[in-house]
């Protein structure tokens, strides 16, 4: 592609022809600010953060849709630039809710970073009449407090261009302009599916998850309760990104470590159920092959995805493999089988996991969840929320020792670890399926054609003479696309994986979340990704069929995979919901 060559701030800056001066300024390694921005999700040059001068110009122009010319000459940083984004900042505070002190983004969030960097204060600008809001509480996993929103409009792109869900916009108009869902709805009472994407974007606390740490460390005060809790694979690699790690770190030891301190009684790993998931999995795809069953069968580890499909495409809930989640799974089996082995009364253990997902807020309440008479899984928090755990019980994260998960709950195979990463749940279920079916041992354990962030994957892999057709997705609008395929007879598969965030529970609704120059320039999937698999590389079990845990499990408890028992406690069903309903 061509180059064309500007100067900025009197430097000279070559960039490919169709950029933006936002796109060129980095490449001088100029961050120009932005609030609304997400690259090729958001451009809508709304916030004004971004203006800069340009020569020829009458006015100050917005950097990130503004194109490149040649020979253009472009100023980031005059004093007109910089009074211009601080009237913008004073002009958002006359109308947001400035108790910043108790706000959940409180140090981390975008428009306050702008404030200090640039100067400026919360009083004094402004002051009239503030637009009326109001805090929606009725969704199973966030809240929503538009007093904190600057319409920045990033939710509402994500949910509709990402997502394909568009279950919030913009309503009303000019002072009276606020974000929320069609007919003044409250969220939970739409097809929301909980994936918290919108709260990954927003740039303020107007979208936080609902908060569950105080009732956890009630839990482990309570003395006749044995609390235990599970984390997701995806949470030691971005946990260390709160404490100030570079993305990309794991922190799976120190993470082990602060729960130990935090008081919990057991510290168990949800990459052990990850595998018991897999071989539920792998044996109800055999099943299905061999005996005429329902195809192509669809993963049902994601729960936002779980409820994307009983919304928008009810007619395939029978595609969906039965098995329940990872988090379901692991709480079943620590309220029955861990129970009986330790002694402990079901109904005197509670449950957390540990997710990087808010739509797991929504699964621990969902139906055929309670296998042994109590809820598998009694709280989910989100990585973050651990995060403010950690602070709130005062340890010092960063000189925390490593130590190891507790046994048996927390012993795992690479092949576990890797379901946080897309495609790695298909690549799991290929290793012990291939090896089930042929009865011979895979020489290479990595099927490298579904690996990778890219929205859609498919490969065709010739197992016992047959060949099966894989597909993987992530993000919601490209299961759509996906299943729309599937529908028309354009594609055809025998199993599919979908995960309902983009590049899978690394980049779920509740992990740490990074400002928009970080989104737009760093492929924080791809960094975060690469933790699990390197995990798995070094691990010296690879298969969840060898997991020494998982095969004391069936050898002394649950007798084979499919059987009465395991499909009582680790089975589950589905429900056909309609649109814009909550049922």
Known sequence: MENITIKINGVEVSAPAGSTILEAARLAHIEIPTLCYLKEINEIAACRMCVVEVKGARSLVASCVYPIN??????????????????????????????????????????????????????????????????????????????????????????????????????????ATFIGSPFEMGLGETSCVSCGQCIAVCPTGALQEKDCTDDVLAAIADPSKHVIVQTAPSVRAGLGEEFGYPIGTNVEGKMVAALRRIGFDKVFDTDFSADLTIMEEAHEFIERVQNGGILPMITSCSPGWVKYCEHYFPDMTENMSTCKSPQQMFGAIAKSYYAEKAGIDPKDIVSVSVMPCTAKKFEIGRDHQAANGVPDVDYAMTTRELARLIRKCGLKFNNLPDEDFDTPLGLSSGAGTIFGATGGVMEAALRTAVETLTGEELKNLDFMEVRGTQGIKEATYNVAGMDVKVAVASGLGNARELLNKVHSGEADYHFIEIMGCPGGCVNGGGQPQQPGYIRNTVDIRALRAKVLYDDDQADAIRKSHENPAIIELYDTYLGKPGSEKAHHLLHTKYVKRSINAKK
């Not at 005059?78 to 108790?99: A, F, G």
């Not at 970073?113 to 009326?132: H, I, N, S, Y």
């Not at 939710?155 to 997502?163: E, G, P, T």
């Open 70 to 175: 040649p020979n253009m000459e472009v100023w980031t940083n005059t004093p007109k630039v910089i009074e211009s984004r601080r009237k913008t900042l004073q002009l958002l505070l006359s109308n947001h809710d400035r108790k910043c002190l108790s706000c959940v983004r409180s140090g981390n969030c975008e428009l306050q970073q702008l404030c200090k960097e640039l100067g400026v204060e919360a009083e004094g600008f402004f002051d009239g009449e503030k637009t009326p809001s109001t805090i929606d509480y009725s969704a199973a996993h966030m809240i929503r407090d538009n007093s904190k929103c600057i319409l920045c409009r990033r939710c509402s792109a994500v949910c509709d261009k990402v997502q394909g869900i568009g279950v919030i916009g913009a309503n009303m108009r000019g002072f």
